[in-house]
């Protein structure tokens, strides 16, 4: 074809250098040992699998929104559900959590990088590769994990599920649990390390002591899985009996082995989400943190008596002390009201502002609030006795961890999106995205709870007909298809930006208050070029807005202030 045909001539020199500079770009990816750009595959990779965990449920939902067998078996189902938690809670949460802390702890510290970089990106292969080891049991012979997300022996041992992917599931499992402790070591040392001079340990970020904190908890509660997983594999492939009960063996001593690590796990989730909300909350309400000690404190407690309530999925099994862990439970809900009192004090007479950040902040509080009273009945034994592997506990556990993670993750997303990618995300689709998630999360879950109540068994893909569940299954379906294409708002957004040029400036929310708003959108290579003076838990705000009060602040920003 000639030139005057329509087509354009290209040097085949310029054709080489465009593949050379992506090569290189490429390159620079696989190789980075910068901790914001292994932060930034933590987060890219943990999304896919959450988007993949997605698309799991959404086709369990499907299944569900009729009775009957509608388009798949029973065994197939077990696939699902089993991969759906393994994929949310063990591939997505704690990964994109560990995701946020890399590239916002040495931001907000004042360190140019984690104190090991290598490790730091060995530590994300591993996490990488060890889901893709768990995923790829879809292409073994038998098919996937389908023991769920728990895999309690007797059903996960050789003879009840004899297929590979049940043993790709433990192998890829141990890696990531390997690559987890790695990353909790480096957290723990950047901090004790790492930190800029004046950046004392009661000056920290809130989002940092979340971090220090989760990774501690990292530290126990990870072994006691890769212990588990481990005798589990034995059993399986070398014939040994540690859960066997014929031969010597309990069964038991994995529920134990595993809800040690199990229960601190909901709050490794949770914990650094939490720090998100703190950070975001002070700076749209034009106010610091209320009770910023006790916020420290609370985390403390929490992981504390996490290490101490794990037992309490264990009550229907007659061996464990009902009391200590029903008082345990109730105790560890204290600290976590804290936090929810000291947010709510942080928004009162505040100077209030409501962009997509804030939306998600305050819509993770009200969600979180009803999942966390939920989880207080059935810390009651007599009660969790009735909801024990109900839909009750299927909507009790999602409207805490979904809330608790993913919801307040999108509000971090919208937050540190200006800082990381020097672009803000699209407004109007923020907000449609935030308003589709909220409805869609309500139609799904809450329609649970009575079909908890009504006794509806969770991990069935059949139930039997009466009018209230095939009512409440339909509207929990619309729900969860909402839910899901509430999700194409954000991915929009997220294209949009990046097709847009960088523009934005150290503080775009004018009111940061950490480290990381005291440097460049996106920062330099090594974060920043000059450190300012650290003389409270506020730098950035000490530096762009010391001196004024919270008043002549909100004036100089542009926005009204509160002469109530």
């Known amino acids: 074809m000639t030139a005057d045909q329509g087509s354009v001539v290209t040097h085949p020199a310029i054709g080489t250098a465009v593949a050379a500079g992506f090569g290189s770009r490429l390159t620079g990816w696989l190789t980075a040992t910068d901790h914001k750009r292994i932060g930034l595959m933590y987060i890219t990779a943990a999304f896919g699998f959450f988007l993949a965990g997605g698309l799991l449920a959404e086709a369990m939902r499907a299944e569900l929104a009729q009775p009957g067998l509608q388009f798949m078996s029973e065994a197939t189902y077990d696939e699902l559900f089993s991969m759906h938690g393994t994929l949310m809670m063990l591939l997505f949460a704690t990964p994109v959590a560990t995701g946020f802390g890399n590239y916002l702890v040495?931001?907000?510290?004042?360190?140019?990088?984690?104190?090991?970089?290598?490790?730091?990106?060995?530590?994300?292969?591993?996490?990488?590769?060890?889901?893709?080891?768990v995923m790829s049991g879809f292409l073994a012979i038998g098919g996937a994990g389908n023991a769920g997300w728990t895999a309690y022996p007797p059903l996960s041992e050789q003879r009840f599920s004899p297929s590979t992917g049940m043993d790709l599931w433990i192998v890829g499992l141990l890696l990531t649990g390997i690559g987890s402790i790695l990353a909790a070591i480096?957290?723990?040392?950047?901090?004790?390390?790492?930190?800029?001079?004046?950046?004392?340990?009661?000056?920290?970020?809130?989002?940092?002591?979340?971090?220090?904190?989760?990774?501690?908890?990292?530290?126990?509660?990870?072994?006691?899985?890769?212990?588990?997983?481990?005798?589990?594999?034995?059993?399986?492939?070398?014939?040994?009996?540690?859960?066997?009960?014929?031969?010597?063996?309990?069964?038991?001593?994995?529920?134990?082995?595993?809800?040690?690590?199990?229960?601190?796990?909901?709050?490794?989730?949770?914990?650094?989400?939490?720090?998100?909300?703190?950070?975001?909350?002070?700076?749209?309400?034009?106010?610091?943190?209320?009770?910023?000690?006790?916020?420290?404190?609370?985390?403390?407690?929490?992981?504390?008596?996490?290490?101490?309530?794990?037992?309490?999925?264990?009550?229907?099994?007659?061996?464990?002390?009902?009391?200590?862990?029903?008082?345990?439970?109730?105790?560890?809900?204290?600290?976590?009201?804290?936090?929810?009192?000291?947010?709510?004090?942080?928004?009162?007479?505040?100077?209030?502002?409501?962009?997509?950040?804030?939306?998600?902040?305050?819509?993770?509080?009200?969600?979180?609030?009803?999942?966390?009273?939920?989880?207080?009945?059935?810390?009651?034994?007599?009660?969790?006795?009735?909801?024990?592997?109900?839909?009750?506990?299927?909507?009790?556990?999602?409207?805490?961890?979904?809330?608790?993670?993913?919801?307040?993750?999108?509000?971090?997303?919208?937050?540190?999106?200006?800082?990381?990618?020097?672009?803000?995300?699209?407004?109007?689709?923020?907000?449609?995205?935030f308003w589709s998630w909220m409805v869609g999360f309500s139609l799904t879950f809450l329609p649970m709870y009575q079909l908890g109540v009504s006794g509806m068994p969770r991990r069935y893909a059949d139930y039997v007909s009466t009018s209230e569940r095939d009512m409440l299954n339909m509207v929990s379906t619309i729900g969860a298809l909402i839910l899901a294409i509430g999700v194409l708002p954000f991915l929009v957004a997220v294209v949009a930006a990046l097709r847009r040029p960088k523009d934005q400036p150290d503080d775009p929310w004018e009111g940061g208050n950490s480290l990381e708003w005291a440097t460049s959108s996106p920062p330099p290579e090594h974060d920043f070029v000059t450190i300012p003076r650290i003389r409270s838990e506020r730098p950035a705000w000490d530096l762009h807005y010391g001196g004024t009060s919270g008043t002549e602040r909100m004036d100089a920003a542009g926005t009204e202030a509160d002469h109530g």
């Not at 936090?339 to 209030?352: D, E, I, P, Q, S």
Request: glycine fraction near 10%.
């Open 106 to 133: 040495p931001l907000q510290i004042g360190a140019p990088d984690m104190v090991f970089p290598r490790l730091n990106a060995l530590s994300f292969w591993l996490f990488l590769f060890g889901g893709l080891i």
């Open 186 to 433: 480096n957290i723990i040392a950047t901090v004790f390390t790492s930190r800029a001079p004046g950046m004392t340990m009661l000056r920290l970020p809130v989002f940092t002591w979340g971090m220090l904190t989760t990774a501690v908890m990292m530290l126990f509660a990870f072994p006691p899985l890769t212990a588990g997983l481990s005798m589990l594999l034995l059993d399986r492939r070398l014939d040994a009996a540690f859960f066997d009960p014929a031969r010597g063996g309990d069964p038991i001593l994995y529920q134990h082995v595993f809800w040690f690590f199990g229960h601190p796990e909901v709050y490794i989730i949770i914990l650094p989400f939490f720090g998100v909300l703190s950070e975001i909350i002070p700076v749209f309400s034009g106010k610091p943190i209320f009770g910023y000690k006790s916020m420290i404190i609370a985390f403390l407690a929490i992981a504390g008596f996490s290490m101490s309530v794990w037992a309490h999925h264990m009550f229907t099994t007659g061996a464990v002390d009902i009391l200590f862990f029903s008082a345990a439970s109730f105790i560890i809900a204290i600290p976590t009201g804290i936090k929810v009192f000291n947010w709510t004090a942080t928004m009162w007479r505040g100077h209030l502002r409501f962009p997509t950040p804030m939306l998600f902040a305050v819509g993770t509080i009200y969600l979180f609030v009803v999942g966390g009273i939920t989880g207080v009945l059935v810390a009651s034994a007599p009660l969790d006795f009735g909801f024990q592997d109900t839909y009750y506990v299927v909507a009790h556990m999602h409207n805490v961890m979904v809330t608790g993670t993913v919801t307040a993750m999108f509000g971090g997303f919208y937050f540190w999106a200006p800082k990381a990618l020097g672009r803000k995300l699209d407004e109007r689709l923020g907000k449609l995205h």
